[in-house]
């Protein structure tokens, strides 16, 4: 079956890094997509990887090794706004997005 | 970027009552859009794929005849939710895929049933 993986909730601190890990098994494999979902609104797009590597975007990183089925975002200078739900999804070989369940960050000051 | 514009942002409806929601693609064409609903604190759940001019593709588990599926344009489409009970209470989210590299998310709507 297919399967995404990714940490259920994480707390970090106000101006720290943090790191949201992400791991995958799908029928193939056509890009993994990040997204940032606020309580209560629908998901906004953060990062699309289809290549092995880093893509960077601002306080915002991500990477992917296609090889080991694992991603991982990265957030530099945390916000008190970046508190959201972090959605991992990866599109299948039919073009589906297959999606995580989210992971909680709770930022504390 | 691509704008998905669903309405409305939430309803409260009588059980028994059917409820429409509409998800338009604002500037630009959909030939393909996405239904989800989401419960609380779970993640998103594809309901169905709706093709402009065709019959939507539901999921599995996903009553058709519940969840009705409308695309008529290739900027609008509709899920109505006939005869809602409690249970079909949700959050649901409409988005649309431009080529294949990112979906576009409508703003959601918060479907209560009381």
């Known amino acids: 079956g297919q399967n995404i993986d990714q940490p259920t909730e994480m707390t970090a601190t106000e101006g720290a890094i943090v790191q949201i890990n992400c791991t995958y098994q799908?029928?193939?494999?056509?890009?993994l997509f990040w997204y940032q979902q606020h309580a209560g609104e629908a998901p906004t797009f953060l990062s699309y990887?289809?290549l092995d590597g880093l893509e960077e975007k601002g306080r915002f990183s991500s990477f992917l090794s296609r090889s080991k089925g694992y991603s991982y975002l990265l957030l530099k200078e945390l916000q008190m706004k970046d508190s959201a739900s972090y959605l991992c999804?990866?599109?299948?070989?039919?073009?589906?997005?297959?999606w995580g369940a989210g992971t909680k960050l709770i930022i504390k000051p | 970027g691509a704008v998905v514009s669903q309405h409305p942002s939430w309803v409260i409806c009588k059980s028994g009552t059917s409820v429409k929601i509409e998800c338009r693609s604002l500037?630009?064409?959909?030939?393909?859009m996405f239904w989800y609903r989401q419960f609380p604190k779970q993640s998103l759940m594809l309901m169905a794929t709706?093709?402009?001019?065709?019959?939507?593709?539901?999921e599995q588990g996903v009553e058709k005849d519940k969840f009705l599926i409308n695309h008529a344009s290739l900027t609008l489409s509709t899920l109505t939710v006939t005869s809602a009970h409690p249970e079909d209470s949700s959050f649901y989210i409409c988005?649309?895929?431009?080529?294949?590299?990112?979906?576009?998310f409508g703003q959601g709507t918060r479907l209560t049933v009381v």
């Open positions: 988005s649309a895929r431009v080529g294949t590299t990112e979906a576009f």
């Open positions: 500037d630009f064409q959909a030939t393909t």
């Open positions: 709706s093709n402009e001019g065709s019959k939507a593709t539901y």
């Open positions: 799908t029928s193939g494999f056509n890009g």
């Open positions: 990887n289809v």
């Open positions: 999804a990866v599109m299948d070989s039919n073009y589906q997005l297959i």
